[in-house]
C-alpha cells in the first residue's frame, strides 16, 4: 500500500502544479471550450482524491493488506476503545489528510456561504432598484448611464443590462448581450466556476491552483460566446461586447484588456473546432483522469 500512496501523492502534485500550468497555457480548449472545462473539472476531482488517498492509504497500511481491510480493521479496533497501532509517519500522514480534507471543505463552504450571501443581497436591491423589463422576460433594466449586462445566478436569478446598454446597442446588438448572459445562468457556469474559486483560495501559493482558477473563468467566458454567436451575428456580438468593455473604467486593466480583445478575436476568426474523433478523446480522457485515482484506491 505503501507504494500506491506513494503514487497518488505524486499524481496528485503533478495535477496541482505542472499539469495545471500546462493546460493553462495549451491553446486547444479555445477549440473545444466544453470538452476543456470537463478536463479542468477532472484535473481538480482527480487532484483531491489523489492528494487525499495517499494520506489516508499511507496512514492505513500496517493495519492490512488493502484499503478496505484496513479501514474494517480501524473500525474494529476503535470500537473495542483501542488505538490502532501506528507509527508516528502514518499518524502524522492520517493527520495530514484530515487537515487537507477540513482546509478544502472548509474553504469550498465558506466561499459557498459568502456567495450566496452576496447574491441574495444584490438579488434584494436589484428588486428594489431594477425595472422589469417586459422586451426580454426576466430580464430587468437598472438605470445607469454606463452600459454594463451580467446575470446573477441562482433558484431565483436575474438578468440585468443597464440603461446605458439600451441608450448605446441597438437591437440587434442588445439580444446578442442576453444571449450571452442567457448562456450563463442556462449552463449554470456558476457551479462550474465555484469550486475552481474555493480551489484556489485552498492554497493560493500554488501558482498552478491559480491557474486553474483564470483558465475556467476564461473558458466559461467563451462558452457563453459561442453559444451567443449561435444565436445572433458574431459581429453584433463583438460590437456589443467591444462597447461594454470600452466603458470599463479607467483603463480597465490592462489584463482585462487583453482577454477582451482575445475574445474578440476569437468570435470573428474561429479557431477550427477540435475534430470529432478528437473531442470523443478529450472526454474519455476526462473520465480517465477520475478514474485513475479511484481505482488506486479501491484496488489498494
Not at 27 to 37: I, K, M, Q, T
Not at 160 to 186: I, T
Not at 247 to 273: K, N, V
Request: include cysteine; charged fraction near 15%.
Amino acid at each position: 500500500m505503501e507504494g500506491i500512496a506513494l503514487g497518488l501523492l505524486a499524481l496528485g502534485v503533478l495535477l496541482a502544479e505542472p499539469v495545471s500550468r500546462s493546460l493553462a497555457r495549451a491553446h486547444w480548449p479555445a477549440r473545444d471550450p466544453v470538452g476543456a472545462l470537463l478536463v479542468w473539472q477532472a484535473v481538480g476531482l482527480a487532484g483531491g482524491l489523489a492528494l487525499l488517498g495517499s494520506g489516508v492509504v499511507y496512514g492505513l497500511a500496517p493495519l492490512g493488506p488493502t484499503l478496505p481491510e484496513a479501514i474494517d480493521a480501524a473500525v474494529d479496533t476503535l470500537g473495542a476503545g483501542r488505538l490502532p497501532a501506528l507509527g508516528l509517519t502514518h499518524v502524522l500522514a492520517l493527520a495530514a489528510a484530515l487537515v487537507l480534507a477540513l482546509r478544502l471543505v472548509g474553504v469550498l463552504v465558506a466561499v459557498t456561504a459568502r456567495t450566496l450571501h452576496a447574491r441574495r443581497r444584490h438579488r434584494d436591491l436589484l428588486d428594489l432598484l431594477a425595472t422589469p423589463w417586459p422586451a426580454a422576460p426576466g430580464a430587468r433594466v437598472l438605470d445607469h448611464p454606463v452600459p454594463v449586462a451580467y446575470c446573477l445566478p441562482g433558484l431565483r436569478s436575474r438578468l440585468v443590462v443597464s440603461a446605458g446598454v439600451l441608450d448605446a446597442l441597438d437591437p440587434p446588438a442588445v439580444k446578442a448581450v442576453l444571449a450571452h448572459e442567457q448562456a450563463h445562468l442556462r449552463e449554470r457556469h456558476d457551479l462550474v466556476v465555484l469550486p475552481f474559486v474555493a480551489w484556489g483560495a485552498t492554497a493560493p501559493f500554488v501558482r498552478g491552483m491559480v491557474c486553474a482558477q483564470v483558465a475556467v473563468a476564461a473558458l466559461v467566458e467563451m462558452r457563453a460566446d459561442d453559444v451567443a454567436s449561435g444565436a445572433v451575428n458574431p459581429v453584433q456580438l463583438t460590437g456589443a461586447l467591444r462597447t461594454m468593455g470600452g466603458a470599463a473604467p479607467a483603463a480597465a486593466l490592462s489584463s482585462f484588456t487583453d482577454a477582451l480583445d482575445r475574445r474578440l478575436l476569437r468570435i470573428t476568426s474561429p479557431p477550427p473546432p477540435l475534430p470529432g474523433a478528437v473531442r470523443v478523446l478529450v472526454r474519455l480522457a476526462a473520465v480517465g483522469l477520475v478514474a485513475v485515482p479511484t481505482g488506486l484506491l479501491l484496488l489498494s
